[in-house]
């Protein structure tokens, strides 16, 4: 089975992310993958999503997208809330598009069971002996600097200091119960936008009001599951940074995001997506 992985691409965000995007959708009509997974960030626009998504309509591949924390956002559309996004809106136009929505819906094929979920952050990478509070990291505002969620996702239902913590625990066990139901012979391969490896960030214990900004990079709250369903493959994005290693539970780790224009240095959008596309040969 071949299987292309991809992450934070960004739509909205200039020109040259849509035109790599583009030339995604040309490259998996011409190389025909049997799946394609999209772990979060995709944009936070409906209409650019919709027009992104479209792209692909001719790609005869299982299309899976899984949103970030950015794809929640409700900075273009003030009449709606993050929940909503989340639960009709976003998924709607993923169904509508021929793409699939793979949170709370487990796919089966060949032999894989494929889990999804954004996933999301509880401080808990932070390393030890760092000099902030919860409350601290409740305002998600440090100096000059903002973390951006805490202003453009909005959740009315549940109040700010423990929002974090509610979303956590809610994808937590959708994602429990719908790895408990994996069949039997089946390896796991799970796909979350938010990470859960503190050894991915490098603290350097001298800047904290850069360092800060960490309690933001996901959660090790979800790593029990690794071990606890012996996940073969974990595929995920959010931290712009490459990485395809073994984990201490033995899953493999994966992430290939697209990122920021000003992260691509001086490559063209050909030269990008072929630095972050990866593509897994699966038995």
Not at 85 to 108: D, H, Q, S, T
Not at 118 to 134: I, R, V
Not at 172 to 192: E, M, R, V
Request: charged fraction near 25%; glycine fraction near 4%.
């Amino acid at each position: 089975m071949k299987l292309w992985l991809i992450s934070d691409v960004h739509l909205d965000s200039h020109p040259l992310n849509f035109e790599l995007w583009k030339l995604l959708a040309q490259r998996a009509n011409l190389e025909e993958p049997d799946v394609l997974v999209v772990a979060g960030d995709v944009c936070e626009s409906i209409q650019v999503l919709n027009e992104g998504l479209s792209e692909f309509s001719s790609v005869n591949a299982l299309k899976i997208y899984i949103p970030g924390n950015h794809d929640l956002w409700c900075r273009l559309e003030p009449e709606c809330d993050s929940l909503k996004k989340l639960e009709v809106i976003l998924p709607e136009a993923v169904k509508r598009a021929g793409w699939y929505w793979l949170p709370n819906n487990p796919f089966v094929i060949d032999n894989y069971y494929l889990v999804g979920s954004p996933a999301w952050y509880d401080y808990s990478l932070m390393p030890k002996g760092h000099p902030f509070q919860t409350e601290d990291f409740v305002q998600k505002k440090r100096g000059n600097r903002q973390w951006m969620d805490g202003v453009w996702c909005k959740f009315p239902q549940v109040a700010p200091e423990t929002v974090d913590f509610w979303l956590r625990d809610r994808f937590y066990l959708d994602l429990h119960k719908d790895l408990s139901q994996c069949p039997a012979n089946k390896k796991i391969l799970l796909f979350t936008h938010f990470p859960f490896y503190r050894e991915l960030l490098n603290f350097t214990h001298k800047d904290w009001d850069f360092e800060y900004f960490g309690a933001f990079m996901g959660s090790s709250y979800y790593r029990s599951l690794l071990k606890e369903f012996s996940v073969y493959l974990h595929g995920c994005g959010h931290l712009h940074r490459f990485c395809d290693f073994i984990s201490e539970e033995k899953t493999r780790v994966v992430m290939a995001p697209v990122g920021y224009i000003k992260e691509w240095g001086s490559d063209t959008a050909t030269q990008r997506l072929d630095k972050v596309l990866t593509r897994l040969d699966l038995e």
